[in-house]
């Protein structure tokens, strides 16, 4: 089992740039299809983007689609969500999480198996 720690969130103007990166312990990382998920205040826990363990599969919400790059480095046991053009209805905790199990179901929680402990990404207009 992995475990998953974030950083890189911060608070940035509309029209700003963010890179997220999410570190994973364990020497599995390489087979872990992994996905970028947020919540904002008052609302559910939401899909945000996904990469196949392999990288071959990437997967986006619509709402950040041609915003947001997911990426990983399995040398380095981290994936990344590069996030451009920030708006303020970003504003929420981002969670990075894993999937052992290759699920297609990649936009739901439910899928995925570890947890990071989120970092907060605050885009101000």
């Known amino acids: 089992q992995v475990r998953l720690v974030e950083s890189g969130g911060g608070l940035v103007q509309a029209g700003d740039s963010l890179r997220l990166s999410c570190a994973a312990s364990g020497r599995t990382f390489s087979r872990y299809s992994m996905g970028w998920f947020r919540q904002a205040p008052g609302k559910e826990r939401e899909f945000v983007a996904a990469?196949?363990?392999?990288?071959?599969?990437?997967y986006y919400a619509d709402s950040i689609k041609g915003r947001f790059t997911i990426s990983r480095d399995n040398a380095k046991n981290t994936v990344y969500l590069q996030m451009n053009s920030l708006k303020p209805e970003d504003t929420a905790v981002y969670y990075c999480?894993?999937?052992?199990?290759?699920?297609?179901?990649?936009?739901?929680?439910?899928?995925?198996?570890?947890w990071g402990q989120g970092t907060q990404v605050t885009v101000s207009s």
């Open positions: 999480a894993a999937d052992a199990g290759a699920s297609t179901l990649y936009w739901r929680t439910q899928s995925y198996e570890t």
């Open positions: 990469i196949w363990w392999s990288g071959t599969n990437i």
